[in-house]
């Protein structure tokens, strides 16, 4: 069954490394969201990006010849993709003043969110507070949900630019939108694995997410599921120390 979802639906992009191609769960969605000098072709989607949001140094070199300065943060393969990307692509880009960090300061006020910015958010958050402001309902693929997962981002040498950054209270803020219900990053909790499976230790899968994986891959797998799960009637359960889901066979005639 080829799964897609509605025209408005929104995903928004990291850059967690999979031995894997994404393309086919990314290319899904109505609208999609990368970040900095992640674009297409990369693991994460073959559509061009609708939006491509940009730091604002990177917003305001985009354009140059000359992005070495970058080396230390990522490859030259990765500088060299966007760059020939922002040469052709129609997509539209847009960087937001701090990252949008006061944005999302108001947002985790008005719902009650435990978690303290006392540092400028990274740019991969900066539209989904965008998102959840105007009541989008974004979905996140490729953040980290733990900070041993740092390491994996194919874009960005996180390790380099911790520390500008509080990345323990980012991973705590999408698990924390993501109990609140304002996001789904069920997809960030993918293993990199060769069949679909996912980590439930640090999040609760969500219903809509788990069906999409299961019609695109046939089946996913559930470790360390916190919570009984619930499908519709078009899916199989099996249950044991983690959860198989495929979907339902049809009644023999």
Do not use: W
């Amino acid at each position: 069954m080829s799964f897609m979802q509605p025209k408005n639906s929104i995903i928004i992009c990291g850059s967690k490394g999979y031995g894997k191609s994404l393309d086919e769960i990314v290319d899904s969605f109505g609208e999609i969201v990368r970040n900095n000098m992640l674009v297409s072709n990369m693991g994460y989607g073959k559509r061009e990006s609708d939006l491509q949001i940009l730091n604002c140094h990177v917003y305001d070199r985009r354009n140059q010849d000359d992005l070495s300065e970058y080396l230390k943060f990522t490859s030259e393969e990765v500088i060299k993709s966007f760059q020939s990307y922002v040469k052709t692509a129609k997509s539209q880009y847009k960087t937001f003043i701090n990252n949008n960090t006061n944005l999302m300061k108001q947002l985790i006020s008005k719902h009650s969110i435990p978690v303290t910015l006392t540092q400028e958010i990274r740019c991969g958050l900066s539209y989904v507070a965008q998102a959840v402001a105007a009541n989008l309902y974004p979905y996140m693929i490729g953040f980290s949900l733990t900070e041993q997962e740092n390491t994996r981002h194919k874009v960005n040498h996180l390790a380099l630019n911790a520390s500008s950054h509080k990345i323990d209270v980012e991973i705590q803020l999408i698990i924390e939108l993501h109990n609140k219900n304002l996001i789904d990053a069920t997809l960030c909790a993918m293993m990199d694995t060769e069949d679909m499976e996912l980590d439930c230790s640090v999040i609760q899968p969500k219903q809509y997410s788990i069906e999409l994986l299961v019609d695109l891959c046939g089946q996913v797998t559930l470790h360390n599921p916190q919570a009984p799960i619930t499908l519709s009637k078009g899916y199989e359960v099996s249950q044991g120390d983690s959860i198989v889901i495929t979907p339902a066979k049809a009644d023999a005639k």
